[in-house]
């Protein structure tokens, strides 16, 4: 089974800058996750889609970060424009269902984001 | 204070040594626990998943709740070098809602010396 794919795997931005990260989950799961875990620090939910709709984006600033899941697959979150506590890595993850919470959440790579 | 506490570590072993990673937690509402692995510049991956109190084994792997003191475990036995990681603990709230959301801990470094 192929596990959750995430590009780009590094990115380095001036702040100000925007920056988009890609996402493709696990085939069949319908719940996908995004995570920012700063350096030292455990992750911490940004939002959740179940299909192509947000369960839960209470933990995101929205001023400056936005994300999609078009279709119900893949999915991107975009910041613009980028401070330098945006530094972390982002991480993606997704589970079968999320409404049947013994179903587990499997993580891809992430994608490490440094602002200059 | 917040709803996961985990100490940071690091914590430096030597191989073959029984490692203990410990998490306490705020929030009551907690039933589901888990551990997971994390290698340097790699994502999270599951190793143990439990609900509510008592223990749960996998191989090396032994994972204890006590929901009656906010109190988790995570314990290695055998330690190998290929057990250097940093391990996160996590959690969430029970059925009931759409959210599947995890609480995670700050995570423990842990070093198995050869």
């Known amino acids: 089974e192929a596990g959750v794919a995430q590009s780009p795997r590094y990115k380095i931005i001036e702040k100000r800058q925007s920056v988009a990260f890609w996402c493709n989950p696990i085939s069949g799961h319908a719940t996908l996750y995004w995570y920012q875990q700063i350096l030292g620090q455990g992750p911490k939910l940004l939002i959740q889609?179940?299909?192509?709709?947000?369960?839960?984006d209470s933990q995101l600033p929205k001023d400056r970060f936005s994300a999609e899941r078009l279709k119900g697959v893949d999915s991107t979150l975009k910041i613009q424009p980028a401070k330098l506590e945006d530094s972390a890595v982002y991480l993606c993850?997704?589970?079968?269902?999320?409404?049947?919470?013994?179903?587990?959440?499997?993580f891809g790579d992430g994608t490490r984001l440094s602002i200059l | 204070q917040k709803e996961v506490e985990q100490d940071p570590g690091p914590l430096s072993v030597p191989e073959g040594a029984i490692v203990s990673l410990n998490c306490t937690y705020s929030n009551s509402a907690f039933q589901y626990f888990m551990w997971y692995r994390q290698y340097s510049r790699k994502g999270p991956e599951l190793l143990m998943y439990t609900y509510s109190s008592g223990n749960k084994e996998d191989g090396r792997f032994t994972a204890q709740v006590d929901k009656s003191s906010k109190y988790i475990s995570l314990f290695i036995r055998d330690s190998q070098p290929s057990d250097s990681a940093t391990y996160l603990c996590a959690m969430k709230e029970g059925d009931g809602g759409a959210t599947n959301k995890l609480i995670f801990g700050t995570g423990t470094l842990l070093a198995v010396q050869p």
């Open positions: 889609f179940q299909n192509n709709g947000v369960v839960d």
């Open positions: 993850a997704s589970s079968l269902l999320a409404a049947y919470s013994n179903q587990p959440q499997h």
